[in-house]
């Protein structure tokens, strides 16, 4: 035993020294075969990741939780709520970060597939209570969930007018809160005994500049936002500076009231993330096809969910793609509709039932299995 763990030690060693890639290596498969969809919070390393899941997608997928129909009743929910870290804001102001966590009260099962969700505002508005509507939905089917704030604002920008500022100081908003969201998720980490949350199935849920948060965090490293603002690590710090800590894998990204990623070439056939889309066709904060940050002409370009899921069925990615054929940011699905979607398509992956499913509106115009 102690020579096969010699052995391992200096393999994963050998793997780091001489992969010179930009993205993790491929795991040997996740614990019940079939294509691993999961992707290590340390997106500028090579890992080899050999601790499991505290529940294997077999065992997530042969229960009554997790999927569309509500377990618990709301009454049945315990809620708490905290400041996972604190940080200085673009004013140079320390702000304390808050976070508000649901899940199933007296449960019978320790670990729980765990939500992270982010909100709205163009990085310069919005509150974790935005959120928690979606929140409690995902913990009455059986989920823990988590809503947090992150540091807003930037220079020149304001509520009434987010194109005020410069594309760089937009940039470093969206680095901001990307490292505040990596601060919750290693806060939860490092508790998931008193949490209850199973730190291989962590799923990422944002809305609109959540939905940017959450894809940067996934597919973005120091080096592209460099390329997008140089000089920002200097000025702001790792993007993760927990990095070597208290790992986790993220399964999937939920994402509604629009879609962003700064460059559609940051997925990649290694990297590719499931992912569940809700957007409107004539998003005009958000472009659904092509466009800028926040629709602003100043700020970089960026692309939404239709070239988005585009490139994850090229690389064969379960997702799931809503949209409708509307004018306007907000949309029009119920709050209760689109939790009920998140929790179908994670019961879908985990019941190795990979689908690519293109939704107009409430009819299915799409339905691919991956094989």
Same mark, same amino acid.
């Given at each position: 035993?102690?020579?096969?763990?010699?052995?391992?030690?200096?393999?994963?060693?050998?793997?780091?020294?001489?992969?010179?890639?930009? =993205? +993790?290596?491929?795991?040997?498969?996740?614990?019940?075969?079939?294509?691993?969809?999961?992707?290590?919070?340390?997106?500028?390393?090579?890992?080899?990741?050999?601790?499991?899941?505290?529940? +294997?997608?077999?065992?997530?997928?042969?229960?009554?939780?997790?999927?569309?129909?509500?377990?618990?009743?709301?009454?049945?929910?315990?809620?708490?709520?905290?400041?996972?870290?604190?940080?200085?804001?673009?004013? /140079?102001?320390?702000?304390?970060?808050?976070?508000?966590?649901?899940?199933?009260?007296?449960?019978?099962?320790?670990?729980? *597939?765990?939500?992270?969700?982010?909100? %709205?505002?163009?990085?310069?508005?919005?509150?974790?209570?935005?959120?928690?509507?979606?929140?409690?939905?995902?913990? #009455?089917?059986?989920?823990? !969930?988590?809503?947090?704030?992150?540091?807003?604002?930037?220079?020149?920008?304001?509520?009434?007018?987010?194109?005020?500022?410069?594309?760089?100081?937009?940039?470093?908003?969206?680095?901001?809160?990307? #490292?505040?969201?990596?601060?919750?998720?290693?806060?939860?980490?490092?508790?998931?005994?008193?949490?209850?949350?199973?730190?291989?199935?962590?799923?990422? !849920?944002?809305?609109?500049?959540?939905?940017?948060?959450?894809?940067?965090?996934?597919?973005?490293? $120091?080096?592209?936002? %460099?390329? @997008?603002? +140089?000089?920002?690590?200097?000025?702001?710090?790792?993007?993760?500076?927990?990095?070597?800590?208290? *790992?986790?894998?993220?399964?999937?990204?939920?994402?509604?009231?629009?879609?962003?990623?700064?460059?559609?070439?940051?997925?990649?056939?290694?990297?590719?993330?499931?992912?569940?889309?809700?957007?409107?066709?004539?998003?005009?904060?958000?472009?659904?096809?092509?466009?800028?940050?926040?629709?602003?002409?100043? =700020?970089?370009?960026?692309?939404?969910?239709?070239?988005?899921?585009?490139?994850?069925?090229?690389?064969?990615?379960?997702?799931?793609?809503?949209?409708?054929?509307?004018?306007?940011?907000? @949309?029009?699905?119920? $709050? %209760?509709?689109?939790? /009920?979607?998140? !929790?179908?398509?994670?019961?879908? @992956?985990?019941?190795?039932?990979?689908?690519?499913?293109?939704?107009?509106?409430?009819?299915?115009?799409?339905?691919?299995? @991956?094989?």
């Amino acid at each position: 035993m102690l020579k096969q763990l010699y052995w391992t030690y200096g393999l994963v060693i050998l793997i780091g020294t001489i992969a010179s890639c930009r =993205y +993790p290596a491929s795991d040997p498969g996740p614990i019940d075969g079939g294509n691993d969809t999961t992707v290590p919070n340390k997106p500028d390393t090579v890992i080899v990741d050999t601790i499991p899941a505290k529940n +294997p997608d077999s065992s997530l997928a042969n229960t009554a939780r997790f999927g569309a129909d509500k377990i618990f009743t709301d009454i049945n929910l315990k809620t708490s709520e905290g400041v996972f870290d604190t940080a200085t804001d673009y004013r /140079g102001k320390a702000t304390s970060l808050k976070f508000k966590f649901v899940a199933p009260n007296n449960d019978t099962l320790q670990y729980r *597939p765990f939500v992270l969700m982010v909100h %709205e505002g163009a990085f310069i508005f919005g509150d974790l209570d935005n959120e928690m509507g979606m929140a409690r939905g995902l913990a #009455q089917r059986g989920y823990a !969930a988590a809503s947090i704030n992150y540091r807003l604002g930037f220079n020149g920008a304001s509520e009434t007018f987010a194109c005020g500022g410069s594309g760089q100081d937009a940039v470093r908003a969206v680095y901001r809160a990307v #490292q505040d969201t990596y601060a919750a998720i290693h806060y939860f980490v490092d508790r998931a005994e008193e949490f209850g949350i199973d730190t291989r199935q962590i799923m990422l !849920a944002g809305s609109s500049a959540g939905a940017i948060t959450v894809t940067a965090l996934v597919y973005m490293n $120091e080096a592209d936002f %460099e390329a @997008l603002a +140089p000089g920002i690590t200097k000025a702001l710090g790792r993007l993760d500076p927990q990095a070597e800590d208290s *790992p986790f894998r993220v399964r999937a990204l939920l994402t509604q009231m629009g879609y962003g990623i700064f460059r559609s070439e940051y997925m990649n056939a290694s990297n590719a993330m499931p992912t569940v889309f809700f957007q409107r066709i004539g998003d005009n904060v958000l472009p659904y096809y092509g466009g800028t940050f926040l629709s602003c002409p100043t =700020y970089p370009g960026m692309v939404g969910a239709k070239v988005a899921s585009d490139q994850l069925k090229k690389f064969k990615i379960p997702l799931e793609l809503n949209f409708e054929n509307l004018e306007g940011h907000h @949309l029009s699905y119920p $709050e %209760e509709y689109v939790v /009920g979607r998140y !929790a179908g398509f994670m019961k879908r @992956l985990w019941s190795q039932n990979p689908r690519q499913i293109t939704n107009n509106g409430y009819k299915t115009v799409e339905d691919v299995r @991956l094989r």
